[in-house]
Nanobody, 119 residues
Framework: QVQLVESGGGLVQAGGSLRLSCAVS????????TAWFRQAPGEEREFVAS????????EYADSAKDRFTISRDNAKNTVYLQMNSLKPEDTAVYYC????????????WGQGTQVTVSS
């Protein structure tokens, strides 16, 4: 199976930056996709960004484009989410998740890391 551990969340002022990390362990394949999702209080979980485990294909939600960058370090089995120009509406629990690129659902999830952006 696959285990995911997020880190890097915290409290930051509006306009600041944070870098989230997702350490991936267990059975992984080059066909996997790793994604970041977030869930604000009272809201549904939403997609933020994704990256394939091989190649350079990435996807972003409109809310993340131009401010967030997803990247990976295969040697460290870690995926990052660099978040710049943070806004109070970015406040949420951020989760990383893994799936095969041939499926639509994400079966593997981390425990989440809290990001709070103060105004």
């Amino acid at each position: 199976q696959v285990q995911l551990v997020e880190s890097g969340g915290g409290l930051v002022q509006a306009g600041g930056s944070l870098r989230l990390s997702c350490a991936v362990s267990g059975r992984t394949f080059s066909t996997y996709v790793t994604a970041w999702f977030r869930q604000a209080p009272g809201e549904e979980r939403e997609f933020v960004a994704s990256i394939r485990w091989s190649g350079s294909s990435t996807e972003y939600a409109d809310s993340a484009k131009d401010r967030f960058t997803i990247s990976r370090d295969n040697a460290k089995n870690t995926v990052y989410l660099q978040m710049n120009s943070l806004k109070p509406e970015d406040t949420a629990v951020y989760y990383c998740a893994v799936k095969s690129r041939f499926t639509s659902s994400y079966p593997y999830w981390g425990q989440g890391t809290q990001v709070t952006v103060s105004s």
